[in-house]
C-alpha cells in the first residue's frame, strides 16, 4: 500500500483511529451484554458510553512499553473512564476484540469494493449499450476470426464482474463474522449471549465455534476471492492494451489535455492505465497464498497469521479499491475508434466469412471435403493474390452450382453475427 | 498426479475413455436439438445414437497426422456412423465440446470431493461425539493455556470442514456451464436454444455469454477453493503430528500390524500419513495461482489456459481426493490417549486456573493490580520451586482476604471449561 | 507431467527403472568404501558388483507389504546377491539412499536442460545473425517507438537465455551434493570417508551437514531458477505471439503442411505453439512455492517435503524440457516478414523519427519549449491529416532557421538506429 | 511495509529523498560522460555539479500536473541549475534513469541484508560453539531418533544461511547493472560510452543488452532468493517454536522483564518473535511469483513492472532485513536449557540406542533377522512396561550370546554420537 495506488477511504479503514473507535465498541458492546447479564454492575457500559475515549499516541506510548496493544488500549481507556474500566473486557482474551474487529474492517472495506464493482458495472453496462451494434472483428489467439460487436465484447465484462459481485458478497459472509469466547474458545469465563449481543449489534454473525481466534480458512476464502477480481480486472486490461496497439488502435485511454510527453509524438499513447493494471492485479494476487498458509495455525493458534494480515489486509483492500476505481474511469472514458474497426475488419477482404461460405455449400448438398476444397483454393488466391474473396467466389465454378452471387452477398452479410446481440443482452443485462 | 496418491474413480474421469464419452454425448445432444429445430435432417441424431462409437487408439492416430483432437475424433466417429455424420457439430466450435466436457468432468469431480468431505465430516463429528467430554489442555502459541476438551477441537474442524462443503458446492455452481456458441460466442451459425437443450440435459446452466471460450474467472475461482480446503486439510494434519510428537504423545495415527521398521523402535510411529498430507496441500494450493493467471486470455481467447488444465485439473482434484479420503481414514482410526492428555493437562500443577483465580479476585473486589500481584508471586513461586499451585493460593494471606479454601477448589474445577461443551456442539452439530 | 508435454530422455530419468539404478550404485559405493575401512567384509562389495540386480515389479510387491521402498528395495537386492546382503546399507539410513538420488537425478535432469540452453541458444543466435540488419519498429507500450533491427530483439533474448545457463549452472551446483550420514546426520554409525568417496564416485559433493536430510533450501534455490527460466519462455512466447496477430504479422510460427484446419481460413494460423508455452511456464512456476514451503521441515526431518517432490522433480524438468525444446524449435523454423517489418515501420509516416528532430534542433540552439513546439504542430498534422511528416518539417518556418532540408533527411536516416548493431552483438555474442 | 516491521536505515533507500539523489547522480555522471565525448558543452556537468540540487515536495507538484516523474525531476534540477540544465539527459530515455536507479537502491539493500546475514551468522556461530556438546535428542517426524548435540543443530542452520549469502552475492550481481541505452535500447542518439562510464562510477556494469529497460528476469532472480531466505528463516524460527512448546521446553526466547501478560501465568512464555517471523516469511515469499510474472514485457516494454516493483521491492527488502535483525536476536538471546534436553534424552529409558544394538549384534554375526526379534521384544518390553531397556537386554539369553553388559554399556554410550562433531564443525566453520 503505497500513497499512488491509495484512495482516502479505503487508507481510513486501516488507520490506528478507525482500529481503536471499533475497539472501543466492541468493549463497550460486550460490557453492555455483562451489565444486562448481571456479571458485572450496570454502571460499567454506562460510564464507558458516557466517558469512554482513547488517545492513538498515548495508546502507543503504553504499548512502547508493555508490547501488548490491547492491554494499552484498555489501560488508556481507563484512564479516561475512571474506576469502571476495570469490569471491562473481563474473562475475554485479546483476540476477541482483535479477531472481531479486523472482521468489522473487512466488511468496511468489502463495502466499499462492492461499490466500486458496482460502478465498474454501471460504466461497462453504459458503453455495452452505447456500442451494442458496434462492428468489430472477433479474435481467437490474437487471429482475425469472426465478427461481433464492441457492445458483446463489454457484455462478457460485464457478466464477469457480475460474478465477481456476487462472490465478493460471498466472501463478505465469510469473513462477517465474531467471536467473544475466551482463550480457547470455551466460554470459560464468558456467557455465550455476550457473543451475540456484540455480533448482532455490529451486524456480523456469532462465530460458530472459534479457538482463541476466528478460523483463518475464512479469511483465505475472502483474499482467494480478491485474487480472482483482480485477474478479471488484468483480463479487462489486457483487452484495452491490445485493442491500442499502434497497428490495432481500436480504443484508447482517455488522454487528459495537461498530460506531457505525448504531442511530439501524437502516436504516443500508451496504455498506461491499464498497463499500470496489470500489474496491480499480479500484487493482489500475491496475497492468496499467504492467506492460504495461514490458515494451518498450531492447535488453538499462533500468531504467525497476524503480520500476514497487517500488510495483506490493507495492501489487497487497498490496491484492489485504487485498481477498480481506476478500471471504471478507464471503461467510463475509453475512446472508441468504431472506423477503425471496420477497417480492421475490412483488413482480410472478407476472408472471416469462410466459415459461413463453407457451411452453406456443407447445406447445400456439397460433400464436406468438396465444401473445404472450395472454400480452400479461393481463400488462398485471395490471400496470396490479394484479389477480392467474394469476387473469386462467384466466379468459382463449383461454388456457383450451389451458391448464387446473390446467397453469397447473403452469407457476407454482416448481421448473421448480430442477430442474437438482444438474446444475449436480455442474458446479460436483463434488457436489450 | 501419480499413481502412489491417487484413487480409481476420479482418476477414471480424466482418462481418454470418459473424455470421448461426454464428446459423443455432448454432440449427440446438439444434433438432437438442432433437429428438433431443423437445421439438419432428424435422422441425423438418431443414427449417431444408433451407430455412435469411437475408438481412443483410432482418433489418437488421426489426431497425430491432423493435429486436432476435436477433428480427429469426429472422423472417427463418422467411421462408425457414416453419412450421417456430416451434420454433426454443424455450427459449432471445438471449443464447445471442450469446455462443455472440462465442465461436465469438473462437476463429476466436484460430486466425488462432495461425497469424500461427507466422509470426513461423518468421521468428525463420530469421533468428536466420542471425546465430547475427553479433557485435553489447549494451547496457544504451543504453550498451555487452558483447558478444552478433545471433541471440542475436532468440532472447529467440522465446523471448517462443513464451511469447505458450503464452498465446494458453489465452486460446483461456477464451472457448472455449459457453452454452444460458435467461434466467438456469437450463435452466428447456431441456435441458442441447441446451447440450452444441451446445458439441461447435462445438468448444466448455459453460460449467461461465452467468448470462443467459458470465461476462466469461473475455474480461478473453482481451483482457488480446492486450495483453500487443501489448506484445512494442512490444518488438521498439522494437528495431528503436533499430538504425536514424543513428548505429547496425546494422539497417534493407526500402525498397522505389518507396517515394518517401527518394531524395533517402538517409540518411532512416525505421523507419515499427516506429514504427507500436509505436502499434499501444497501441490493442491500450486494450482491456484496458474489458474487465475489462466483467466486473462487475449481477446476472444487464446490457448494458454489449455495445458495449465490438462495438468492442474487431474492433479488437483485427484490429489485432494486422495487427500480427503487419506484423511478421513487417519480421523477414523485415530488413537487417542486420553490419560496422556489428562498427565499433560497436570503437567504445570494447576497453572492453567491462574487466570480463573485472577478474574475471581477482582470479582471479589480486589484491584486489578493487587490480584495480579497476588496471582503472580504465587505462580511464580509453582512455577520455579515445582510447589503446589493450590496449595500455595490457599496459604496466602491476601487470597485468603477473598477466598476460601472452597472457592480456590472451585476455580480448579475443570467443569468450568466445559459448561458450554453441549452450546458449542449444538451449534455445530445441530444437536449436543 | 503427461505425454503430451514430455520428451522420453527427460521422462526415464523419474522412472523406477533409473531411481533403483542408482540405488544400487549407491549402495554399491557406500559398502566399496565400508570394505575399505575394514567395516565390512571386503566380499561385499565384490559379491553386490558381481551378482546385484533388481526387479521393479518384484520390489513393488514387498514394498505393498512392508510399506517401506528402501527395505523393499534391499530385500529384493539380497535375494539376487546372497548372505553378503546383509551388510549392504549397514549404519545407513533410508534417506542417505533417497535424498542422494535425488541429487543424482536432479543434475541429470539438469544436463538435459543445460543441453536444451545450448539448442536454444544457438538457434537464437543463427536466428539474431540472419536478421542483424533485418530493420522493424521498436515498441514500448505496444506503442511504436523507435526503429530496431529484428535481430537485435533476438540478441535480447539470446542474452537473457545466456543468464539463464549460468543461472542453471549455479542450481546444478545447489543440487549436486551427497549424504551418507545416518539417522540425524552425526555419522554415529558410519565414517565419514564413506560420503565422500560415493559423493566423488557419483560426481557430487558431500554435503557439509545434514540431518537426516539433506537440506531443503537447495532444492527451492533449483526450482526457483526453473521458474525464472520458465518467465523468460513466456516473454519470448508473447514477443512471437504478438507479431503473429494478424493486424502486425511481422513473424508466424512455422506451420506444417499437413495441419489441419487452417487452410479454408489461410489467415488462421494461430501461435498455438507459443500460447502453448505461455501456459506451460505457469505450471513450471506453479512449483516455486511448493518447494519452498518444503524448506521448513520440523527438526532433523520431515516427510512433507516427499509428496512434494515427487511431482514437481518430474514435472517440473520434464515441463521444462519440453518447453524449451519446443522453443528451439520454433524460433529455429520461425517465418520471418521483413517486409510487413518495413510496412509496420512506415505505418506512421515518419512520426518514429520525432524524438531525433526534437534533439538536433535543441543541439542546433533552440530552446528546448520551441524545439518542442515545432515538432508537436507538425507531428499533429502529420497524426491527424495524414500529410507527410517530413515535407511539413522542411516547410515550417521556425524549423527551417536550423534545419535545412538535406539535415532533416539525415535525421530520418534509418542507419542511425544500427550503427551500435556491431558493439551490442559483439557484448552480446562476442562477435559481430 | 509497515513500521512495525522496519528498520530505518532500509526504509531510507526507498524514500523519494534517496531516490532523487541517486537520479541527480545519474544524470551528472551521464553529463560528464556526454561533455567528455563532446556532445554536450563542458560547461554541463560543471554547472550541475555546482548548483545542482532537488526540492521534493517542488516535484511533486510538477509531477501532478505533467504526471511524468523524470520530467518533473528535470524540471526542478533546471530551476537550480539553470540554462545548461537543458542539455541534461540529452538522448536518454526515462528508464535509463529509473531502472539504474533501481539497481542502485537494490544493491544498497542487499549491501544491508549481506550485513544482516553476517551478523546472523555471528549469532549462530557463537551459540553452535558454546553449545558444541550440549547433548539433545535428534527427531525425525517429530519423533526421537538418535541423540545429537544442540551444537550440531546450529551448525546446520549457519551451514544454510552461509548458503544464504553465496546465494545473495549471486543475486546482487544478477540486478547491479546500468543501462543508458535510449528508447529502445539501440543507443540511437547515445554514445555506448557514457552507459560504461555511469556504470563504472556507480559500481555497477554496463548492462549487456537492454530494450528500453533492463530485463526483468534479473529483478525475478533477485527476489526468488529473497524467498529462498524467507524460508530458511521459517525453518530456523519453526525450531524454535517447537523447542519452546511447554512439553518440550528446551528453548526459550528472551523475555525481556518488563514485557507484560506473562507473570502472571509464568509458563505463558510464547514464542511470538518467532512465530512473527514465520508470517514475515510468508510475505517476503509472496515477493516472488509478482517478480516472475514481471519478466515477460511485451516488446521494448511495457510498464506493468512498475507498479508491482514499487510494492514489492520496499516490501520484501525492508521485511527480510527486519526478520533477519530479529532473527539474530533471538539466536543472540536464546535462553537455553541443557538439563531439559537431557531429561527428554532420558524421556524414553535408552530406547533411542536401539539401532546401536541392532547394528552391533548384526556385526558380531547374529542373522538380521534374529537380531531384529531380539531388539524387538525388548524394546517393546521397555515401551509398554515401562521397564529399564538395557537391564532387559542384559537379561536376554540371545543378546547375551553376543554382547556382554560390558558391550551393552558401550552401546548405550553418547560418545558415538558426538565422535563427528569437530568434523562436522570444521566442515561449517572451518575450524573447530
Redesign the interface.
Known amino acids: ?2 500513497p ?2 491509495s484512495r482516502p477511504k479505503m487508507v481510513a479503514i486501516w488507520e490506528s483511529e478507525n482500529r481503536y473507535k471499533i475497539w472501543m465498541e466492541i468493549e463497550t458492546l460486550a460490557a453492555e451484554a455483562m451489565a444486562e447479564l448481571g456479571t458485572i454492575p450496570k454502571e460499567v457500559p454506562v460510564a464507558v458510553r458516557a466517558r469512554g475515549a482513547f488517545n492513538v499516541a498515548r495508546i502507543e506510548e503504553i504499548e512502547a ?4 496493544d490491547v ?1 494499552a488500549f484498555l489501560t488508556n481507556l481507563g484512564e479516561y473512564v475512571g474506576e469502571e474500566a ?1 469490569f471491562v473486557h ?2 475475554m482474551t485479546s483476540s476477541d476484540v482483535l479477531d472481531t474487529c479486523l472482521a468489522v474492517q473487512l466488511t468496511q472495506a468489502t463495502d466499499i469494493l462492492l461499490e466500486d464493482l458496482d460502478g465498474l458495472l454501471a460504466a461497462l453496462k453504459r458503453r455495452a449499450f452505447e456500442h451494442k451494434h458496434t462492428l468489430t ?12 460487436t464492441f457492445g ?1 465484447k463489454l ?2 465484462y460485464y ?2 464482474f457480475a ?2 459481485k456476487t ?1 465478493l458478497l ?1 466472501a463478505r459472509e ?1 469473513i462477517a463474522t465474531c467471536a467473544i469466547s ?8 464468558l456467557d ?1 449471549r455476550v457473543e451475540e449481543y456484540v455480533a448482532e449489534k455490529l451486524g456480523l454473525k456469532a462465530e ?5 481466534v476466528i ?1 483463518r ?2 479469511h ?2 475472502f483474499f ?2 480478491l ?2 477480481i ?3 480486472i ?2 479487462l ?3 484495452i ?2 485493442l ?5 488502435r481500436e480504443a484508447e485511454e482517455f488522454f ?1 489535455a ?4 505525448s ?10 492505465l491499464t ?2 493494471l ?6 493482489v ?6 492467506a ?17 494480515e ?3 489486509a490493507p ?1 489487497a483492500t487497498v ?1 484492489l479499491d485504487f485498481a477498480l476505481a481506476r478500471l471504471t474511469s478507464v471503461v467510463d472514458k475509453l475512446v472508441v475508434y468504431p472506423e477503425r474497426m471496420q477497417a ?1 475488419l475490412d ?2 477482404g472478407g ?1 472471416v466469412h ?3 461460405v ?2 452453406e455449400l ?1 447445406q447445400k448438398g456439397m ?2 471435403e468438396d465444401a ?1 476444397k472450395a ?2 483454393r479461393n ?2 488466391a ?3 493474390e490479394g484479389k477480392n474473396y467474394r469476387a473469386l467466389l462467384e466466379a468459382d465454378a463449383d461454388v456457383a452450382k450451389h451458391l448464387t452471387p446473390k446467397d453469397i452477398e447473403a452469407l457476407f452479410d454482416l448481421g ?6 438482444d ?2 443482452f436480455k ?2 443485462f436483463g434488457e436489450a
Chains 1, 2, 3, 4 share one sequence.
Do not use: C
Open positions: 500500500m503505497i499512488r495506488y512499553e508493555t508490547k501488548h492491554i476495570r473481563q474473562g472483428v472477433g479474435r481467437s489467439h490474437g487471429i482475425h476470426a469472426e465478427p461481433i458483446l457484455a462478457t457478466a464477469e460474478r465477481n462472490r460471498a465469510e475466551g482463550a480457547v474458545g470455551t466460554f470459560a469465563h455465550p460458530t465455534i472459534s479457538t482463541q478460523p480458512d475464512r483465505a476464502a482467494a476471492t485474487g480472482v483482480a485477474s478479471s488484468e483480463r486490461a489486457t483487452e492494451r491490445h491500442q496497439r499502434t497497428e490495432v487528459s495537461g498530460q506531457k510527453g504531442s511530439a509524438m501524437p502516436h504516443k499513447r500508451n496504455p498506461v498497463e499500470n496489470t500489474g496491480l492485479a499480479r500484487l494476487r500475491a496475497a492468496v497464498i499467504p492460504m498458509e495461514n490458515v494451518a495455525l498450531w492447535h488453538e493458534r499462533d500468531i504467525s497469521h497476524s503480520s500476514v497487517r500488510m495483506i495492501d490496491t480492421n483488413l482480410l476472408l469462410s466459415q459461413q463453407l457451411l456443407t460433400s464436406r473445404y472454400v480452400q481463400a488462398m485471395s490471400w496470396k448473421q453475427h448480430t442477430r442474437h446481440v438474446t444475449l442474458r446479460v
